[in-house]
């Protein structure tokens, strides 16, 4: 089992949709969250990172459930430019080494 | 342009040859990062420096990869008699202290052995 697991989809989506992932991880010390978004053939950029009390960056909301050991992603209003990859981000040592998970590949339909 | 820079972008190399990437990290980054990314997969860890040292290593770092970063600043990503297995986009990251506001990516090298 991978320490970092995500739905690869893909999700399809219509345009305008509320569309919501989630991502679990095994190692119960892990300390910090992340979302990250990757376009296809492109380095990864931070979306967001992940609070114990949930945060919200516009259309974006993200969560923690230390209890069930997941984070999620809820995209509102979702528009064409929101498809790509979003990859789930854990880190779980004192040397903040990232472990990823594969992604979940979003795609938004016209 | 004061994010982290990669070059190449891309290589192509015959298996058996040796190969070297660099990375310029965001100069007031003192944590850099060495990440393999396959198709489909999410990045995985190489290797990092604190400054000049490096202080992890990967199992995935054979004795045919190594890193320097000898000044604390670029770092450079060695691989010697390349594999078609090595075939990947190699990514640097850069972050100040722990990273817990996250990491900084170069757009990468994309190695493919032929």
């Known amino acids: 089992r991978k320490e970092v697991e995500q739905d690869p989809g893909p999700f399809n989506v219509p345009e305008g949709a509320t569309v919501a992932f989630n991502c679990t991880y095994s190692n119960s010390a892990s300390q910090s969250f992340f979302w990250y978004r990757q376009d296809c053939r492109k380095e990864p950029k931070l979306l967001m990172s992940v609070y114990s009390s949930g945060n919200e960056d516009g259309r974006f909301t993200a969560q923690l459930n230390r209890a069930s050991q997941y984070i999620s992603l809820l995209i509102r209003d979702s528009k064409l430019s929101d498809s790509a990859t979003y990859l789930c981000v854990v880190n779980r040592g004192s040397n903040y080494q990232l472990i990823w998970g594969a992604g979940t590949k979003l795609i938004i339909k016209p | 342009d004061t994010g982290v820079s990669q070059d190449p972008r891309h290589k192509i190399t015959k298996r058996g040859q040796n190969v070297t990437f660099r990375c310029d990290p965001i100069s007031e980054h003192n944590r850099l990062y060495w990440y393999r990314q396959t198709l489909g997969q999410g990045p995985e860890f190489l290797t990092y420096?604190?400054?000049?040292?490096?202080l992890e290593k990967s199992r995935l770092l054979s004795d045919r990869f190594s890193a320097e970063r000898p000044k604390g600043s670029f770092s450079t990503l060695e691989i010697q008699r390349t594999e078609q297995g090595d075939s990947a986009m190699y990514l640097c990251?850069?972050?100040w202290g722990q990273g817990a506001g996250g990491y900084t990516f170069g757009s990468g090298t994309r190695l493919t052995v032929v």
């Open positions: 420096f604190q400054n000049e040292a490096q």
């Open positions: 990251a850069s972050s």
